[in-house]
């Protein structure tokens, strides 16, 4: 459990964020998300570094690597950002080609992906650093579903469910004779692939009968626009689109819980609450810029920014735990190469 005075903080911070706004873009998706980026450490306040940083993966970890790009070059203007979202698993395909510099990831790297980097030659070191909430949505018109029961989530997903579970009565006798619609994350994505191991039992196992996108925005305007829609993704997209979307509590069996900074950080909301991940390649971190921006990253101080995204910073000493790590080069993964790990808590990332 955390502190009081940890949650504290959590909720101080999250109140910033959520009265905060703005809007960001890249060349593959526009997000609204808040940038807040004045409070930011300057980590190299000289602005004497240049060159270039190649980021791609995770439509999750995509807003917090935003706004971090964007407060690192408050004080290093000379150094250029390319930021893509190719999600967790198409990330990994890029950055083990030796194709960008960083890799956000919403699970752990897995056995396929670190052999393709040994082929590649390409060393990198593991830094997590959020924890995030899946959160389960609705059309904002639905005024039924305010709670799912985990197994009601895996009735509508599993692979069982393609082309039979097909209204929202079979999912709860008391819900209506309407068409049910699902949306959610591509095969490519960590956030998929999470969702299926914590909700049907088996990573990559779902129903294909549904509405994917690579983009989070696109599942925020489908479900937005369809008053039959459910879909799901990181706890951020849904704080930045609120206004068009409901939150919908999920009972795993200890009652119905959302996704906030409070639940996510003290570990009831699970199993949909887990870390996320940078993955930095240990070559481009001897060059200075990629090493003062993966510090910038890991400063216990920026956790500010991660709050103002909708995820929960780690402590301290997680934070600093991981800077040692890239301080030492240490490469390689703490979870074995098995993908998606359910029920992490903060302190096994120490």
């Known amino acids: 459990m955390v502190s009081q005075t940890r949650l504290a903080f959590l909720i101080s911070l999250a109140t910033l964020g959520l009265a905060a706004c703005g809007n960001n873009q890249t060349e593959d998706t526009t997000v609204s998300f808040p940038q807040a980026v004045t409070q930011a450490e300057e980590v190299s306040a000289s602005g004497n570094l240049s060159g270039s940083i190649k980021i791609d993966g995770s439509s999750t970890v995509f807003p917090i690597s935003k706004v971090m790009t964007e407060a690192f070059q408050k004080s290093n203007p000379g150094v250029q950002f390319t930021v893509g979202v190719s999600g967790t698993g198409g990330g990994f395909k890029k950055f083990c080609a030796n194709e960008t510099d960083i890799s956000g990831a919403s699970r752990p790297i897995n056995a396929e992906e670190m052999q393709l980097c040994k082929q590649n030659n390409v060393e990198f070191v593991e830094l997590p650093i959020a924890f995030d909430g899946l959160a389960v949505v609705v059309n904002s018109q639905n005024n039924f579903a305010s709670c799912l029961k985990l197994g009601e989530l895996k009735k509508m997903w599993e692979p069982a469910a393609q082309g039979k579970v097909t209204n929202w009565n079979q999912i709860r006798s008391n819900f209506p004779n309407q068409p049910l619609s699902l949306y959610g994350p591509d095969t490519e994505s960590g956030t998929y692939d999470y969702f299926t191991l914590a909700v049907v039992g088996e990573e990559g196992k779902s129903r294909s009968d549904y509405s994917p996108s690579k983009t989070d925005t696109a599942l925020v305007e489908g479900i937005a626009a369809n008053p039959n829609g459910l879909g799901y993704f990181g706890y951020a997209y849904y704080l930045a689109n609120r206004d068009k979307l409901k939150l919908v509590a999920v009972d795993s069996g200890s009652g119905c819980l959302q996704p906030s900074p409070q639940t996510i950080a003290d570990s009831r909301y699970q199993p949909l609450a887990r870390p996320v991940f940078i993955y930095v390649k240990k070559s481009a971190a001897k060059r200075p810029e990629v090493k003062a921006f993966s510090n910038f990253y890991l400063s216990p101080q920026n956790a500010n920014l991660i709050l103002q995204v909708g995820d929960v ?9 991981a800077s ?3 301080d030492r080069g240490e490469t390689g ?18």
């Open 324 to 326: 040692g790590r890239l």
């Open 313 to 321: 910073p780690l402590p301290s000493i997680a934070l600093q735990a």
């Open 333 to 350: 993964t703490k979870f074995g190469g098995r993908g998606s790990v359910i029920g992490v808590k903060q302190e096994a990332l120490n």
